[in-house]
């Protein structure tokens, strides 16, 4: 993991933060986490992107590292940070860390590469054989997976998403491409797991070639 300005998609941000840290040679760091009253990682929210403002417009003479991290941002979050994002203020550079692509808004998504750590793909065991899809592995694959919790399940849909594009084999319009956002925005309202997956993988198998 590169010490620049980036998205990291990760299931372990504790050990890609001290990553970063140890790469530094002079560089400040300001580490903004959302935590509830137990100190437990929550929603990434308004008044802490307002936070991360306030900060990036404190002047400093060396190149200062804003690192936010939360397991998810709002949606109005990120849109208090976009501007700041695309033009950070001298000798600043932002770093978000976060549990889901498909949580961040496209235009979030422009703003900085993004970058998916190894733990985020390998933290669920992803066993489908998505080159050659069908309905029996659509209901073994959701049988198999129906107890997982919905962040595990959040990282299956990421998984998903990401071999069906690497497949080649699937027709991944605008409308599926936001399926994938769907899902996990579904999962975060309590939906059942099983019934995430049941749904994405049935819509998928319809956009095979």
């Known amino acids: 993991m590169h010490l620049t300005s980036q998205i990291i998609?990760?299931?372990?941000?504790?050990?890609?933060?001290?990553?970063?840290?140890?790469?530094?040679?002079?560089?400040?760091?300001t580490i903004?986490?959302?935590?509830?009253?137990?100190?437990?990682?929550?929603?990434?929210?308004i008044e802490h992107a307002q936070l991360a403002?306030?900060?990036?417009?404190?002047?400093?003479?060396?190149?200062?590292?804003?690192?936010?991290?939360?397991p998810k941002f709002s949606n109005f979050a990120q849109n208090r940070l976009l501007k700041i994002l695309?033009?950070?203020?001298?000798?600043?550079?932002?770093?978000?860390?976060?549990?889901?692509?498909?949580?961040l808004l496209a235009t979030v998504q422009s703003r900085m590469p993004v970058v998916v750590a190894d733990d985020a793909l390998v933290e669920t065991?992803?066993?489908?054989?998505?080159?050659?899809l069908n309905?029996?592995?659509?209901?073994?694959?959701?049988?198999?997976?129906?107890?997982?919790?919905?962040?595990?399940?959040?990282?299956?849909?990421?998984?998903?998403?990401?071999?069906a594009m690497h497949s080649k084999k699937y027709t991944l319009d605008e409308s599926t491409l936001e399926l994938f956002s769907h899902c996990i925005?579904?999962?975060?309202?309590?939906?059942?797991?099983?019934?995430?997956?049941n749904t994405l993988l049935l819509k998928l198998l319809a956009k095979k070639k």
Not at 125 to 132: H, I, V
């Open 9 to 29: 998609i990760t299931q372990n941000p504790d050990a890609i933060l001290e990553e970063l840290e140890a790469q530094g040679s002079g560089e400040l760091f």
């Open 32 to 45: 903004i986490k959302s935590l509830d009253d137990k100190d437990k990682p929550k929603e990434f929210l």
């Open 53 to 70: 403002i306030e900060k990036a417009y404190i002047a400093s003479d060396n190149l200062n590292y804003i690192i936010l991290i939360a």
């Open 86 to 103: 695309e033009e950070p203020p001298r000798n600043k550079a932002f770093i978000l860390i976060t549990q889901s692509k498909s949580a």
């Open 125 to 132: 065991d992803f066993s489908l054989d998505l080159e050659n």
């Open 135 to 163: 309905l029996a592995k659509v209901y073994a694959f959701v049988q198999e997976h129906s107890r997982i919790s919905s962040p595990q399940c959040s990282v299956l849909v990421e998984q998903i998403s990401l071999h």
């Open 185 to 197: 925005k579904a999962l975060e309202v309590g939906s059942p797991t099983s019934f995430v997956l």
